[in-house]
């Protein structure tokens, strides 16, 4: 059994993992890095050889995990790809969303080796997807299989976004298990994860928040408490609040917060703006919200907070008026998106707030305001000319990922007999690295180079 990292450096980037394991070639993931562009974005997948991947498994329909699909079953169309219901629902739109953007960046960059696939080359790709649901084992055809003599996957529900998954292989009395982006504790919509508590030789795990502790005292139901408070006083100020968010999680866990907020008598029904993207996810949340496992699963986002939708061409038809909430992607505040765009009528206000509630790279234009003191100038693309920060600015802690702490407990708790760091930047995979090396003795702590074999025994 062999395990090559597929992602061109150790970091958060273009999840791909291939796993040789019975003589079969099994693909954990087909990601794109968010921040680099063109062929560099892609997993390195001339390693895997083409035409010999027996099976492709996807565990969320985050671009890290999805963005470089098409590119892979372009290679190999003859594997089938396995992921749950809701995640190929949203992975097709996440998908054609993306080569959406990769046309406008060739023509406004020009990066010529965009887009990477077209929108006949998703569709083509999609025709191999077999979803599966969670909870229930099956053999590399898609078959229900409980023998062991032939290899079996298991989806189990990761609490990270909708249709998230761990990804269960077993073999000959053998287990593997791949965290995929997972969550242990209830967010305002998703349920903490439903991973297994025993019987795992080998985990490959996320290690995304490594390099931060839990603030001591931290709960999110006080989290949420702040952020209304937070709104109200924005509100008081005679403003709105801008928040940047990925259009696939955040959004859907912001709304629902908010709808939170209305029904404790916590925030008035206030106007709310979400982006195209994010409303198409909104819809397959509520879609799937009898059939997912979810905190209020009779609640349908769309309806019941009825948010005015803006599309990325629309954003000069909006203004940051008084209390209204625009709840805008990308989270990162990414150069062309609605949430950069919208921002330049923003920063410069101060009866205007900025709300950060997730993470943002600090190398990114959201994580360039939120290093820079008020007065100072800020750079929100490369095209227009720096603007100075005077509005009002707030940031909350609704990370989708585990806690350093309970990713580490999980370890603990299954005592592997090899943990595989994976999905975290080198501070992070480092504080696992150390943690697990002292309190797991008998456990092979790996950390795979990418392009090197690792042999998982
Ligand atoms: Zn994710
Ligand atoms: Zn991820």
Redesign the pocket.
Known sequence: MELVNLTRRTE?GS?SYWLKIGGKNLILDAGLHPKLEGLAATPDFSLVPAGKVDAIFVTHA?Q??VGGLPVLTRREPQARVFMTEPTARIADVMLHNSVNVMVRQREDDGITEYPLFTHRGVDFCAQAWAPRPVGKRYNLLGEPSQDDSEITFEFHDAGHILGSAGLLIRYKGRTIFYTG?VNFENQTIMRGASFPESGVDVLIMETTRGDSPVPPGFSRADEEDRLARGIRRAFERGGSVTIPVFALGKTQELLAMLWKMRIRGLLAHVPIYIGGLSTKITGIYDAFAASSIRSHPERRLLPEMAPDVRSGHESNTISPRKKCIFALSSGMMTEHTLSNIFCRKVLGDENQSLFFVGYSDPDSPAGRIRRAETGQQVRLDQETSPLTLRCHIEEFQFSAHASRETLRNYALLLKPSKVVLV?GDKPAIDWFQLALFKELRGTEVIIPEPGRPVNLG
């Open positions: 958060i999840n985050h890290d995990h982006d999905h």
